[in-house]
Antibody, heavy 121, light 106 residues
């Protein structure tokens, strides 16, 4: 069974950083690209970026360059997203999702359960 | 970047009705469009991929159509379980999502 298990909710202070994890199972981690999506309260979904675990190649939404970093740990089949210099605008639910880059048009077919990040002093 | 415009932003319909949600792209996206369903408190779930293909496990009451810049999602014979927010997604450029359509049952 494919599973993407994300880490728990985070309450963090402005100006700090946070690192969210997405532990995967049930598929070969290096055969899929891992994506991250933001959903702010009452707003739509925003694509943050992606990483190919096989070669480490990343792609970012221009809006999130400098804000998000997407490392992976292939040994544990886990994707991470680190967000830096947090402000209240970064308060949101963040999802990881997998994409088979060999399967056009690259649907996000499995998603994590979401991680809530609240930025507050 | 390609912009995606969904309409309506919200929709209320009765059980058994058929509803249509539209998604317009700022330029031709050649069918590179997916639809997702997000129920309250849940993660988004793939509904339609490649504009017209029903994702595994999703009800055949859902269908997608369109080409070029205009796409639509039709939900036939509405069920109470269809209450959700629906999003289109362009994958031709940078995975841009539409603004979402919140569907409620009257």
């Amino acid at each position: 069974e494919v599973q993407l298990q994300q880490s728990g909710p985070e309450l963090v202070k402005p100006g700090t950083s946070v690192k969210i994890s997405c532990k995967t199972s049930g598929f070969i981690f290096t055969e899929y690209t891992m994506h991250w999506v933001k959903q702010s309260h009452g707003k739509s979904l925003e694509w943050i970026g992606s990483i190919n675990p096989k070669n480490g190649v990343t792609s970012y939404n221009q809006k999130f360059k400098g804000k998000a970093t997407l490392p992976v740990d292939k040994s544990s089949s886990t994707a991470y997203m680190e967000l830096r210099s947090l402000t209240s605008d970064d308060s949101a639910v963040y999802y990881c999702a997998r994409v088979d880059d060999g399967y056009y048009p690259y649907p996000m077919d499995y998603w994590g359960q979401g991680t809530s990040v609240t930025v507050s002093s | 970047d390609i912009q995606m415009t969904q309409s309506p932003a919200s929709l209320s319909a009765s059980v058994g009705e058929t509803v249509t949600i539209t998604c317009g792209a700022s330029e031709n996206i050649y069918g590179a469009l997916n639809w997702y369903q997000r129920k309250q408190g849940k993660s988004p779930q793939l509904l339609i991929y490649g504009a017209t293909n029903l994702a595994d496990g999703m009800s055949s009451r859902f269908s997608g159509s369109g080409s070029g810049r205009q796409y639509s999602l039709k939900i036939s014979s509405l069920h109470p379980d269809d209450v959700a927010t629906y999003y289109c997604q362009n994958v031709l450029s940078t995975y841009t999502f539409g603004g979402g359509t919140k569907l409620e049952i009257k």
